[in-house]
């Protein structure tokens, strides 16, 4: 896929690390923590999370430089 993705580090039974990845493939995300694994959120859309969070550019911006970049919150 050509597009940037937001995947969200989750336990098993749902509840969020916290954690918040955005990458154009799953493999270039970091392993997850222990009893964690990293789920695409496929209502992620770019424009939207900016336009909510002007901050997020510089994060995208990252993401496209190294294939990933993680906000942890």
């Known amino acids: 896929m050509n597009r940037l993705q937001k995947f969200v580090e989750r336990r098993a039974d749902g509840k969020r690390s916290g954690r918040i990845a955005y990458a154009f493939s799953s493999a270039n995300l970091p392993s997850p923590g ?6 695409l959120d496929r209502d992620f ?3 939207e999370e900016v336009l909510a969070d002007d901050g997020l ?5 990252q993401a496209v430089a190294s294939g990933c970049a993680i906000v942890v919150q």
Do not use: E
């Open 34 to 39: 222990a009893g964690l694994d990293w789920r």
């Open 45 to 47: 859309k770019v424009a």
């Open 57 to 61: 550019r510089t994060v995208f911006k």
